[in-house]
């Protein structure tokens, strides 16, 4: 009966050891699952963007500011916590759009900041991956032509009505 008494204690033991070690490993794997949101949102925010710059009309007016106001309102699905999206003394999400239905090629490129969990701004900082103000910092481009390319191969080029003959021939 006495040794039996001693091992009952070891169940307590061992998860006196185990759940610190858990708690580490949890919060290790939620960093990189936090930026990986953020990356995810961001570069389908930039590829829904890329297609409505390359399908502007004239008659939309001025594309660059609904474009701009369309992606920042996708990027609304990113909350808006620190370790998300870093929003104290102004919002950190910097929008760039280049190009219209007139150029070869649209581009939209997003970048954002996130302040880093406790024990991993730690480990950032000793590491150089962190930029001046401590936060990581998140970019992503998305580019895509404004024609397909059999567009520009078909031997009528850009001219819709150049297709039809060219497919009855």
Avoid at 9 to 33: K, W, Y
Avoid at 94 to 106: M, W
Avoid at 116 to 121: A, D, E, F, H, R
Avoid at 125 to 138: P, V
């Amino acid at each position: 009966m006495k040794a039996r008494a001693q091992e009952s204690g070891q169940a307590t033991v061992e998860a006196a050891f185990l759940i610190p070690v858990l708690l580490v490993a949890l919060l290790l794997l939620m960093q990189p699952g936090i930026l990986l949101y953020d990356r995810l949102v961001m570069n389908a925010a930039a590829s829904e963007a890329c297609r409505l710059l390359a399908t502007k009309t004239d008659a939309a007016g001025d594309m660059a500011e609904s474009c701009e106001a369309f992606v920042r309102r996708r990027l609304g699905a990113v909350p808006p916590v620190s370790c998300f999206h870093v929003h104290e003394g102004g919002c950190s999400w910097e929008v760039r759009l280049e190009g219209d239905e007139g150029s070869d090629e649209v581009r939209v490129s997003i970048v954002n900041e996130a302040r880093p969990l406790p024990l991993i701004g730690a480990g950032g900082a000793l590491l150089g991956i962190l930029n001046e103000r401590g936060n990581f910092r998140i970019e992503v481009e998305a580019r895509q032509r404004t024609q397909p390319e059999w567009i520009d191969s078909s031997s009528a080029g850009g001219d819709p009505s150049g297709w039809v003959g060219a497919w009855m021939e």
